[in-house]
């Protein structure tokens, strides 16, 4: 609903302009040249290709220009919003159309977008039933065996959805064991319904559970070349081996696209198959038009209505190909009878949009996706079409809440289930028995996920232990640096206090911890007397701003590497002036770092099953594979990792490389994890009784939900 609203008011500024337009420059308005919305490509060198062409019709034709958008959905976005008047869209964005995301009353299909001219086959995506004539005209395929293309699953670039689930749906009853992940329960299905099959290729794109799968269920590798392993490399793997599978007589069903079956098709029919269309009837192999299960619409011009007579008159300009061809690979474009709504056009292909429709288990198990701002939310509502589109199970359910404090509480109250945490957040999370599901991976730069204590090159201090009563600045109250620096001062000596905020104070001289004033904090004043002096900068985030204070005059910043050397200056003027401290003098400056943490984590209640817990996991790995940055398409349909309408950081970082379950990419120095687990962990520490430890804790305690939010108030003011 939020989306919806927000469109409708952008489209009803837009209106008003237009309006206004028409009614001072009239004459002017057929004169306009067309805005075509062209989607970043997977290639460098296609995108520069893209950018030049764009450049040059900016310069030379009056008949269109380029906006530039990184998927296919924010094209879409754009054209709903009258910022753009035509884009390319995928068979799959069209069944975004009809699901509420979007008010697209006005946008029309045009063209489609072919691979040969129209005497020539097109060998479009055309999905059949083949099977074995002894079936004796009964819709029986029990206990028969299956020779199967495969899932849809891996990393394949162009990979083209074969549809199987829909297959699956029409022959076996759907079972939903609660105890069972959604995609077990799918494979518990075949392997019930089918006496022996070859599903060849990867089950799960968590690999550990791949191999747990097909270990439990092994008569659906039983007709493999390979039956122990039935990995991607097995021969009777993809349409082609499925093809092999028949044609060897190890198989009695098969589900095949037609172009793959033809070359083969009399062949198999001496063998005896037939094809096996959805009503139940058999006809023979070299039927050509009928008894289709889907045919997957092509790649489509979607308009804006006003502008679609114009798209459709000025295919035949100079420059209309060029910058279509730019953005999208195509050999021939050819224009409707007349422009048709989204679905009346996805309405033409046997199938297709039934083969769209998902049949989600009762109860449902949507994951609650818990968001903490209206970008979020915003960001979420299309990340939420775009996996329904693709049939990413389980389901994405978007939930708003107030701020990140109030996200994490509702995770640990059971009104979400997942949240996209921040580092800085996670010794909070932990605090509410939140625990990560998946970790945010980012770039191969080590320092852009270190941790350290900064100082200037000329300093006295040779090791942290002589820091003791410097002046210091922390990004943030519990932060990275906070907890880091806090894990080694109590590790160190038995006689530093329990409480984190108490040791550091008596430590310290002087400190600027950011998020903290006399107005809002009741800790030790000098935990914050040096942010006066310190020149913050609200237009920087908190590492840059910590780094700041040490340049005014601290005399060491707990940050992160990368920030402060990327605010600076090049890394050479950073190491002439800036060193990193050590532990103690002894260790290298590889081994400098107080932690290593990755980009955040997405987090779950520490209550959830393991069933419930993998189902998670494996759709974060699917939203991965279809929105991150491996691309199964020539162009992304929505970007997962990366700005949003202008924003960085919307959910996940803009750095973002995958998601995985473990954090092994650390190769130096102690992970942040593990600093938070044994802060966790520790149940004595000072000199004091077990009383004033628990004494401790419960002061922290008392803190954590202030500094939080704060921490918060802060990262929205910067």
Not at 1 to 8: E, G, Q
Not at 131 to 156: A, H, M, P, S
Not at 243 to 270: F, I, M, T, Y
Not at 695 to 703: F, K, N, P, R, V
């Amino acid at each position: 609903m939020i989306i919806r609203r927000i469109h409708m008011a952008a489209r009803g500024l837009w209106a008003f302009l237009a309006i206004t337009s028409l009614a001072f420059n009239r004459p002017g308005v057929e004169a306009d040249p067309l805005r075509f919305c062209a989607t970043s490509r997977r290639l460098s060198r296609t995108n520069e290709a893209l950018r030049r062409t764009c450049s040059e019709l900016k310069s030379n034709s009056a008949d269109i220009n380029c906006v530039i958008a990184d998927d296919r959905l924010s094209c879409l976005r754009l054209l709903a919003n009258g910022l753009a008047d035509f884009t390319v869209l995928e068979p799959e964005d069209l069944t975004i159309l009809g699901n509420g995301v979007l008010d697209h009353d006005d946008l029309l299909v045009t063209h489609e977008l072919k691979l040969f001219a129209d005497n020539q086959p097109q060998y479009d995506t055309e999905m059949v039933a083949v099977v074995k004539n002894r079936f004796n005209n009964d819709w029986v395929t029990k206990d028969k065996r299956l020779c199967y293309i495969g899932f849809e699953v891996g990393y394949q670039p162009n990979y083209h959805y074969h549809y199987t689930s829909y297959f699956e749906r029409w022959l076996i009853n759907k079972d939903c064991d609660p105890r069972l992940t959604s995609l077990e329960n799918r494979i518990t299905d075949l392997s019930s319904h089918f006496g022996s099959a070859c599903i060849a290729g990867p089950w799960s794109l968590d690999a550990a559970y791949d191999g747990e799968l097909k270990s439990k269920y092994k008569n659906l590798c039983a007709l493999c070349g390979n039956p122990s392993g039935c990995f991607a490399g097995d021969r009777f793997y993809g349409m082609q081996g499925a093809l092999q599978c028949l044609l060897e007589g190890l198989g009695d069903v098969a589900w095949l696209s037609r172009a793959a079956l033809a070359p083969h098709s009399k062949e198999l029919a001496d063998d005896g198959f037939s094809l096996l269309c959805p009503d139940g009837m058999f006809l023979p192999l070299s039927t050509n038009k009928s008894c289709a299960w889907i045919a997957e619409p092509r790649a489509s011009l979607v308009a804006r209505s006003e502008a679609a007579e114009r798209v459709r008159q000025r295919t035949s300009g100079k420059s209309f190909y060029p910058v279509i061809h730019a953005s999208y690979e195509f050999s021939h474009l050819a224009s409707l009878a007349a422009p048709v709504a989204p679905e009346d056009y996805a309405q033409r292909f046997q199938g297709y949009l039934s083969s769209r429709l998902s049949m989600p288990c009762r109860p449902e198990r949507d994951v609650r996706w818990c968001l903490a701002s209206g970008a979020e939310a915003s960001k979420c509502g299309w990340m939420q079409a775009a996996a329904a589109a693709v049939g990413v199970e389980p389901a994405v359910s978007c939930v708003q809440q107030r701020d990140r404090v109030a996200a994490l509480e509702a995770v640990r109250d059971g009104r979400c289930d997942v949240y996209v945490a921040r580092p800085e957040e996670e010794a909070l999370a932990r605090g509410m028995r939140l625990r990560p599901v998946a970790h945010i991976v980012g770039s191969r730069d080590l320092e852009a996920s270190r941790v350290a204590a900064i100082v200037r090159k000329d300093a006295r201090f040779r090791s942290l232990a002589e820091l003791r009563g410097a002046s210091a600045c922390f990004p943030g109250y519990r932060s990275v640096g906070w907890n880091a620096f806090f894990a080694l001062l109590r590790n160190s000596s038995a006689a530093h206090d329990c409480s984190d905020a108490r040791a550091i104070s008596q430590f310290f001289n002087r400190s600027c911890v950011l998020g903290l004033s006399a107005a809002n904090s009741s800790l030790p004043a000098n935990l914050y007397s040096l942010c006066e002096q310190a020149r913050l900068d609200e237009k920087l985030g908190p590492d840059e701003n910590a780094f700041k204070c040490l340049m005014s005059g601290a005399d060491v910043a707990f940050v992160n590497v990368h920030a402060a050397k990327k605010y600076y200056s090049a890394f050479s003027i950073f190491r002439m002036n800036y060193k990193l401290l050590c532990q103690d003098e002894l260790r290298s400056a590889e081994q400098c770092f107080l932690a290593e943490t990755t980009l955040g984590s997405v987090l779950v209640s520490s209550n959830v099953t393991r069933t419930r817990e993998q189902e998670i996991f494996l759709m974060l790995l699917s939203l991965d594979r279809f929105f991150g940055k491996t691309l199964d398409r020539e162009t992304a349909m929505f970007t997962l990792y990366g700005p949003y309408e202008g924003q960085s950081d919307v959910i996940f970082p803009d750095r973002t490389r995958h998601l995985q379950r473990h954090a092994t990419d650390v190769r130096n120095g102690r992970t942040y994890e593990e600093i938070l687990q044994s802060l966790q962990d520790h149940v004595e520490c000072g000199a004091g009784s077990g009383g004033s430890a628990r004494s401790a804790a419960a002061d922290g305690a008392a803190i954590v939900a202030l500094a939080s939010a704060l921490w918060g108030l802060l990262r929205l003011l910067l």
